[in-house]
């Protein structure tokens, strides 16, 4: 940055954008020479982020090493570079799937990875195992993508970061300090932007892939991304950075696909008789979304609300909404986590079904006792009428196939329809350790300490293919503020089984 107005602006931007209250002026170093003779940049609960590698690849004694940049689009959604993910510098291979190889770092925060989505174009997007916090709001917030065509960008001055070297003869494990330069893209092809090194000699670098340059608009205006870094001269150079335009449709595909997990809670605005109304972009105006919704007793801020009762999902005049099957009142106050994910649509037919239960046939559950996924009845998916099943409802695998049953065996209804959500979801059954009273606690690290996670529950008769537990009455999620844990509970207080079985997924 050249001047101190121009610096003091762009910080109170980005306060605006992330919904902050202003950022320390000691976030920039001043007195930095002054991406190539960057400036440093403190990222903490902001949207530039640092792809690791420290898988059992990495040969590294000290850190893990830093391979690329990358910009955080969603609270759990990392834009990046498609190579960034494949290439695994300590053994010159690919390793692709190998998710625990890498680790995301904004800060002092970080996260592992739970899917990497190649977009083409050497371009991917990382889904993170956790929300990142932008200075205190961890769900509904993004940058988009720039909207205009990239061609008004020529000549244009951007704020482009990375994570790479500071100079053409640094040691790579000096690698991993957030830096930033003005630069103006000069040249446009039919897939990209090439950017020049500036006047004062920055210019991008080795380990600034993936990384991206950011579109400040006038004062007040919300920061858009430019596009994903590509291919960054090994010498101080000319970086390529591929245009939104050829990714955008999908990206937006995929994180309507992934929805960030959101909870609904039911209003006297939003409730009428049984029924609660969603309200939220990721569901408006998509009959065809995959929706899951799990009851959650204890929301952070809200009262505790119990809702004893088996429930739906249905979309009626450009909304989803929330239905107890029995047309029981819905309560005031009552809480669901919800979010939109890959799946399909299952209806039970008389080809399909026999008394309490009906049979999915799907390949990516077919043959596999160890598949995980979750259920949520979906009362009129397009193109047919609403069915009712005021039933508890479970999985359950036999004879290489998955199956949805009522729990208490009343004949499931011709025409009843599930959302079935595949996602990466685990399985997990109770113990005499793990139980106490109408509650299975939960361990597990990537949950334990946070409150705002969003967990989406199924019950599964014989995890693994084994055992076998019935579990006759509607359930919930709550957290334990006092453990630490989230919990599965029954909804009518009767004691949870030591056996129970449950499909669990987990949304940051």
Known sequence: MRDAHRRTWLLALIALACGG????????DSTSQ?????????PEGLYYVAVHHGGPGNTSTTRPYNICSGTLVRNDAVLTARHCVTYDRTIGGVVDGNLHDFELLIGSQRSGVREIVDLGSDVAVIIAQRFFTMHTRNVGWKVPLYASPSSTLLGRELFCFGYGVNSTTADPATAGILRYAWLAPNLETSFQLEYPTNASGQGMYKGDSGGSCIYTGHLGTALEVTGVNSTCSTSAGPCQQIKPEVFRAGLTATLADRGAAFLHRATSANTSAHITTIDHPDTNDRPGALVSVTPNWSPPGHANVYNNRHIGAYYHSGRWRIFNQGIAAMPIGASFNVSVGAGFVHRATTANTSAHVTTLDDPRLNGNPNAAFIVTPNWNPPGFAGVYNDHP?????????WKVFNQD???????????????????????SSTVSGNTLYLDDPNLNGRPEAQLFVTPNYNPGGTGGRYLNSPIGVWYSSGLGRWAIFRQDGSAMPNDAGFNVLARP
């Open 393 to 401: 409802i479970g999985v359950w695998y036999n004879a290489s196939r």
């Open 21 to 28: 209250e202003g950022l320390p002026q000691d976030e920039i």
């Open 409 to 431: 065996l009343a004949a499931m209804p011709n025409g009843a329809s599930f959302t079935v959500r595949i996602d990466r979801s685990v399985s997990v059954r109770a113990t």
């Open 34 to 42: 002054s991406i190539i003779n960057g400036t440093p940049f403190n």
